[in-house]
C-alpha cells in the first residue's frame, strides 16, 4: 500500500504581508492613543479636540484596514480548504460596514459636539461599545483563520 502526502502550501505576496503589518501596527497605535484618553475621564474634556481629530483618523485608518482585508482576500485561501466556514467569513466581511459605519457616526458626533462634559462622556461611551465591538470582530476573524487552517493542515487529529 503506497501513502499519499499532502502538502499544504500558503503563498503570501511580500509587498501585501508589509502594508498589512504597517496598516495593523498604525490601526493599534491609534486604538492605543484613543483609549489612553478614555482612562483620563475626568480630564477628556480638556484634551477633545485631540480625541474628536484620533477619532476622525481611526475612521479613515478603518476604511484602508478593511478595504486591505477586502481587497487582498485576507481568508480566502483558508476557506477555500474549509469552505464550511463560507458563511461565517460572509458574515465577518459584513461586519466591515457596519463597524466602518459606527466609527463614522462617532467621529461626526464628536465634531459636533460642544465642550459639555455629559456630550464628551456620551461620545467616550460610544467609543467604548465600538471598540468592544471591533475587538470582538477582531478576535473572531483570527479565530476563523486559525481554525480553517487547522481543518486543513489536521492538527489536532
Do not use: W
Request: aromatic share 8%.
Amino acid at each position: 500500500m503506497s501513502e499519499t502526502q499532502v502538502s499544504v502550501k500558503f503563498t503570501v505576496n511580500a509587498a501585501f504581508f508589509r502594508e498589512i503589518k504597517e496598516d495593523h501596527k498604525q490601526l493599534h497605535c491609534l486604538l492605543d492613543r484613543i483609549r489612553e484618553l478614555i482612562h483620563l475621564r475626568p480630564a477628556l474634556i480638556n484634551h477633545f479636540k485631540e480625541f474628536s481629530i484620533l477619532l476622525s483618523e481611526l475612521r479613515d485608518q478603518l476604511a484602508f484596514h478593511f478595504a486591505l482585508e477586502e481587497a487582498y482576500g485576507y481568508f480566502e485561501d483558508a476557506i477555500e480548504r474549509a469552505p464550511h466556514f463560507h458563511d461565517l467569513a460572509g458574515h465577518l466581511r459584513d461586519q466591515h460596514a457596519e463597524l466602518y459605519m459606527l466609527a463614522q457616526r462617532i467621529a461626526e458626533n464628536s465634531a459636533n459636539v460642544s465642550h459639555d462634559a455629559t456630550a464628551v462622556d456620551e461620545i467616550a461611551e460610544q467609543f467604548v461599545a465600538f471598540d468592544t465591538a471591533l475587538k470582538t470582530h477582531e478576535s473572531a476573524e483570527l479565530r476563523l483563520i486559525l481554525d480553517a487552517l487547522q481543518v486543513d493542515v489536521g492538527v489536532g487529529d
